[in-house]
């Protein structure tokens, strides 16, 4: 396994609550200047519904940089279903994630008129359904965390560790890594990167995420990034599989990401998927029991050559 892979889900697994993300960022900026990056914490307010603060990991010079290499570190609650995020079939996705507010609404319903039929108290359904419906909502702020991190994002903070410490000095000055928090409060922290760094609006983002488990790595760029083809060019030609390993670009149809790409214009998502009968291509966050060195390995090399290649457009 990976040092940064171990280390992380050794001693960081989960990253939700503000110490647990204080010690994380301490390993995170430890690490990166023994690389011999000079990392900087970058802190936004956001409301309170969303985290109350975000603080995000800078390493390089976001303004100078042609290249911004994205992660989120933070970790979400358990959810009730498990995720699944289907990329090339959108409409399933959302018919996917519709479940849990449906099977919430229809169970808060269900269990006031349960508790209150019997004892013929009609006008209690109402207030109890409510304060059923606001319990639920209450849970996304303060349910149990999820454990199960490897995929999100552990093998996507990983994947940017190996690439910094394997990036030859000569290239460092034309990439940036961005570790962002709030992943899970709304893209907070790249809404409050992007604030800080108007620039990067205009400068070609690659946000890397549930990179741990899957036969192909799936490279997503936004529609935007589609017609760039000197990008593209560049990235057909830092990427190779390798074993039984493929590197997918997919260019055409449509496609939905749900991660911190969707707060950059030019974006691209990299990822790992099976493909499922009737579902396209898949990914299941929660079932990774650890982070394959073949996806690291494929990751490292292709964004160290995407960086080289990056510098000379």
Known sequence: MSKFVDRINREYPVRRKPKEKEAFRLYLMGTLREMGYDPKLQTKETPLQVGGQVTNVVAGDPEKAKLLLIAHYDTGIRTIF???????????????????????LLGSLALSFALTFPFNAPQ????????????????LRFGPSETNNLSDNTSGVAALLETASALTPHYRESVAFVFLDGGFGGMSGAKGFRAKYPS?????????????????????????VRWQGEVLDAILDSFDGE??????????GLTY?????RAFRYAISIFSCISLSGFGR?????????????????????LCKLC?????I
Do not use: H
Not at 85 to 103: E, H, K, Q, S
Not at 243 to 252: I, P, R, Y
Not at 286 to 300: F, P, Q, R, W
């Open 282 to 302: 898949i990914i299941k966050p929660k079932t990774a029991k650890s982070v394959d060195e073949e996806n690291l390995k494929i990751l490292k090399q292709g």
């Open 124 to 139: 209690a359904t109402l207030p109890l359904f409510l304060i059923l419906l606001l319990s639920s909502l209450l849970y």
């Open 308 to 312: 080289e290649n990056m510098s000379n």
């Open 200 to 224: 990067a609006k205009e400068k070609t983002v690659v946000n890397v995420n549930c990179v741990a488990q899957g036969d192909e790595l799936m490279i997503l760029p936004g529609k935007y």
């Open 82 to 104: 498990p995720p699944l995020i289907m990329p090339t079939r959108p409409l399933t996705g959302f018919l996917y994630l519709a479940l849990t507010p449906v099977c919430v």
């Open 243 to 252: 074993g039984n390993k493929t590197v997918f670009l997919k260019t055409d």
């Open 257 to 261: 990401y749900p991660s911190d790409n």
